[in-house]
């Protein structure tokens, strides 16, 4: 029996023999016409509806209500990617092969750990020209953010790109436990965990971390709609989520850090 499950998702029907040649688990999102094969996210409970605003998170929610068991006591590991970033092979492998550079067994490092969370990726390298194009509101309220890295922060840079203090206002709708320790957290890190992706071997932090998620973001429902415009709009629930993921996992669990590779098999079906 594997001591791995990742659940890889997709939206088009032509990734499926990709995914299941690497070893991982099909999910096929949307209501688009996938194959009898594919796991999907818009069977029995789900908010399948949801994904243009929601992304990755359909699954998840589909995962957590008919698939999480919290008695499960035999320590697996199981994790989430995407048709466009998957967990990584550490071993340095020089290769065109997406067989070759994807993560197959849990690593002897992972011991000591109960999640595993995505490398990080830094948003102080914007370039000048696009902070003027997208972020001229982001500016207004940090001005200095142009001369400093320092003051380019993950609340930073989701003014520019996501509306300006949108954020914020999410942020007064977490619970008391966390408000103040996110806001702390994206108004002083530059970097977040990349891709929207963990593995685990504990139900009960998976189950923890859902139920938390899922009311934030349908609170934040009532605030933001939609009715939005501009894939950084459209998708701000994804990118709400995805600020959240690594504080939440730093802050309730013993986590270790892995690189995610970028290969995008989503293109053979570019005309999707």
């Known amino acids: 029996m594997s001591k ?11 990734t499926y023999e990709i995914i299941k040649d690497i070893g991982y688990i099909p999910v096929g999102l949307k209501n ?56 990584g092979n550490k071993n340095q492998i020089k290769s065109s092969n997406l067989k070759d550079l994807v993560l197959r067994e849990p690593h ?6 109960d999640t595993i969370i995505g490398e990080p990726i830094f948003v102080g390298d914007t370039k000048l020209i696009k902070m003027l194009k997208y972020g001229k509101f982001a500016l ?22 996501h509306g300006a203090g949108n954020l914020d206002k999410a942020i007064e709708l977490l619970p008391d436990k966390d408000r103040d320790d996110f806001r702390h957290f994206t108004r002083n890190e530059n970097s977040f965990s990349r891709g929207n992706m963990f593995i685990t071997k504990s139900p009960k932090i998976m189950n923890d971390y859902f139920t938390e998620v899922f009311e934030w973001l349908n ?14 709009k459209i998708r701000m629930y994804t990118f709400l989520a995805e600020r959240f993921l690594p504080f939440w996992f730093k802050k309730y669990s013993k986590y270790l850090e892995w690189p995610i590779v970028y290969y995008d098999i989503g293109k053979i079906d570019a005309k999707i």
């Not at 791995?4 to 032509?14: F, K, V």
């Not at 998840?60 to 035999?74: E, I, Q, R, S, T």
């Not at 199981?78 to 998957?86: I, M, N």
């Open 108 to 113: 002897e490092e992972w011991n000591e750990f």
């Open 32 to 87: 688009t016409n996938f194959s009898k094969d594919w796991l999907r996210d818009n069977t029995l409970k789900n908010i399948s509806k949801k994904n243009p605003y929601y992304g990755e998170y359909t699954f998840y929610y589909w995962y957590w209500k008919n698939l999480l068991n919290l008695k499960d006591k035999n320590n697996k590991w199981v994790g989430f990617c995407s048709y466009r970033e998957y967990w």
């Open 219 to 232: 609170s934040c429902e009532k605030i933001f709609g939609f009715d939005l415009e501009g894939y950084g």
């Open 4 to 14: 791995l499950d990742i659940y890889c998702m997709s939206l088009y029907d032509s």
């Open 140 to 161: 207004l309220r940090n001005p200095k953010s142009i001369f400093s890295k320092k003051g380019k922060t993950i609340r930073w840079q989701f003014d520019m790109f």
